[in-house]
């Protein structure tokens, strides 16, 4: 199933205290080109059957979120710093992340040292930092999975920008991740690796 924070994500208690510094970086991963993107095409694509459309790998699924963030400026956004701050204060948020989910699930954390951990090194509220620490305890590896997933769809689009040199289109490029619809990084890895060899044929 598609997780539920996808729809209902960041909710604020007081609307005059959001942060709004983030809003491009969070529109990238919530809208266009991140989840309400990926996830219209996977859901009218006519050709996957029923339980495919519905399928949700959280290193895919978050992976291209994650990735769509850093299209901002390719995109022509960020020209405003304010909002590139709130970029990078997200990326220090799932970098914090790494930590705090391997620290609980791997290394015995308690629930306390991954708060402390992430309000000594991130821009959050105690409240938005207690909530984001119970739901890592709730979900064991997801929070983990926004970056394992982000770093290999860079590591696929370097390595096909490497082999097709001036031929790699981008679009194309997108359009074949995109393809299949939420599928485990290793099948993802496949599908690019062949389509990488079958364009270096045509060329």
Not at 18 to 35: C, K, T
Not at 150 to 167: D, N, V
Request: glycine residues 6%; charged residues 25%.
């Amino acid at each position: 199933m598609v997780p539920a924070q996808v729809f209902f994500t960041h909710p604020s208690r007081d609307a005059t205290k959001y942060n709004v510094f983030s809003d491009e970086a969070l529109f990238l991963h919530e809208a266009i080109p991140g989840h309400h993107y990926q996830i219209s095409l996977q859901q009218e694509d006519t050709d996957l059957p029923k339980f495919r459309k519905t399928l949700w790998y959280s290193a895919y699924g978050e992976g291209w979120a994650l990735y769509s963030e850093s299209l901002g400026k390719e995109l022509g956004l960020y020209t405003d710093p304010y909002q590139y701050f709130g970029m990078l204060g997200m990326e220090m948020h799932r970098a914090i992340r790494l930590v705090v989910d391997t620290g609980l699930h791997a290394k015995g954390w308690t629930r306390e040292q991954a708060i402390n951990y992430s309000l000594e090194h991130e821009a959050e509220s105690e409240a938005s930092i207690i909530s984001e620490i119970e739901r890592y305890m709730a979900n064991p590896g997801q929070a983990l999975s926004y970056k394992i997933g982000q770093l290999k769809i860079r590591e696929l689009r370097a390595k096909a920008e490497k082999a097709m040199g001036t031929a790699f289109d981008i679009k194309q490029f997108h359009n074949e991740v995109l393809e299949p619809g939420c599928v485990p990084l290793a099948l993802l890895e496949t599908k690019i690796e062949y389509w990488i060899a079958h364009s270096k044929n045509e060329l």
